[in-house]
DNA sequence: CTGAAAGCGCTTACAG
DNA sequence: CTGAAAGCGCTTACAG
């Protein structure tokens, strides 16, 4: 060893895998197996090496890696969802975990129903052939976008919902929600409150979460001899706009119901505003349900009893698997859901 | 040139860089220089060249791009704001401009006041080495990062508020939104209408945008013969509490202001709540305005008259000038803001 | 206006 | 368990 460490950082340059090659008295190569935690590395060379690279602050330098590995130190986020909130706390999940990886967060928001959506995806994952990509739903459940990943080779995980318990095999590798187990609660929460007139505002039928949404409202008003009023079942695509139209026709009824679910936190803020028209007060006259715990949940008055999904746990989750675990067999991890009872349910008026 | 531009592509491999100069018959440098816009090749080479990157669907690798010009081909957007629609808008405005151009997003949101929001900085900077950054508000008032910026040579564009007009001189190049002017617009409405009882809750006085707003408000107040009542000017931080609290302090008072005008949406939806408890109507006993046309914005009931930054546009505007133009002087680009009139603002009632 | 050589900082494939 | 050579796909610095 011809030059000590202190003379190497007196010159103040960066490290270089050469540099701390040089200082340990080996080769690049070895100093590369213990980057990447090769091993086949003498415990002693390791220790030695890697006491090295802690005292010059050597980081390797992501670039290179990337073109030596031909897949970049990057992890793409893709979507195509409005809900501002569930992006975010995905992206800060995914972080939660690449922290400290050396691996940064891409984010790659796209629109499903376009002419370029495939061909774009396609572009960006040539050319920047990331070390894998999370896909959100819901275009998680584009067949063509798993096949085209499949052809690309890209490790990728894909985030839906499913109903808990459900047999259904895993389409690769996946992060599930099991919606239905909060909104079982919330019918059981319900049909508690002694509501008998009850209504719902589905979600968009294309994606599973309405449907998982769906029967677990029903299992849970079930559990207490309630049920959806068949004539009180009006169709919704989760916006606000879908909320506050089935809202209203729901309200002009004389048999009005006394609560309505809604599928997610969007339509029933549309319900709110439908119910404000009508100069209804919640919960005194009606019962309002979301799902999401979206930023508006609790903002609104009175707050919203809704249902959340630990999102950035499931971000986590993604990405841990990414990272961590090369991707052997198709693999399905699952988190749940919970009722969060706020101000905007209560018992239905004697005599409704 | 011995090997056909058809036999080429019959190998199914992406193309190189050296494959264009072969197909091309020129060095690789040439071709380098095309694709870094050099001014010098000529116009009839520059031609053939970009023909056959076109026909063999040539994109230079990032990666190794990256690694010569020590700069990976990256944008980093650094934040710490928890309001997830400016954040998602902030991106998809980067996004706008990035799109096609081979570089991309990389998100930062981090923690201003942790102990190592600095050094984390730092590793993010200096093992990334991105192209650029954009800095959001309110760390884009963090002397100590934009110090650090220039000691790492990172060119960055931040992103702050000012009052229209304002003579102060630019911190590097800027993206200035004038608060101001909507808030104006929003003052004289509210005066317009006949308030002369309006009370005020402040932004976070730390963050220039609270003084910019403020003194927009007063200006358009001003300009029809009112102001903000000294007794009823209530200080506010953003958040959704700091607004409730405040609006429950003046709704509580017998001489209670007919119109609330608020720093921002969240302190406005605040103040719906503590209107709701109060049982008082919007905007028939209150009316009530915000700032920043947030998703919740019009999802209240009554939907809120606001004001709207153009906050996709900004992000647009930083990006462009991180990728199209080198860091020469200092500069300031500034975008305008605009009344939004909903359903939250109308005339008091007589005798009030 | 164009090119040959060297280099960016790593890993792969092979050998021992 | 370790290393010498070649290579990843570009750009820089220099020369002409």
Redesign the interface.
Known sequence: MTETIEAFLGRGR?ATINDVARLAGVSKKTVSRVINNSPSVHARTRDDIAEIITRVGF?P????R??AFRR?L?IGLIYDNPN??Y??NM??GA?DRL?GS?I????H?CTWHSETFLS?LR?FL????PSGVIVLPPIAEDRQLLDLLEELNVPRVRVTARTSGDGNAAIGREIVSCDDIGCAEAGAHVAGLGHRRIGYIGGNPDYPSAHVRRHGFETGLAAHGAAIAPDLDEPGNYS?ESGYAAARRLLRRPDRPTAIICAND?MA??A??A???ADLRIPGDLTLIGFDDA??AD????PLTTVRLPTRDMARMAADLLVSRPATADQTMTVPSALIVRGSSGAPKAGL
């Not at 940064?104 to 984010?107: D, P, Q, S, T």
């Open positions: 960066k980081r330098d992501p670039q290179a990337g073109l970049a990057l501002a909130q992006i975010v992206q800060m972080l922290r050396g940064e967060l891409v984010v928001p774009e572009d040539e050319s920047q052939r606000f969007e803020a549309g709110y505003k119910a404000f028209e930023p508006i903002r609104l008055s009175p």
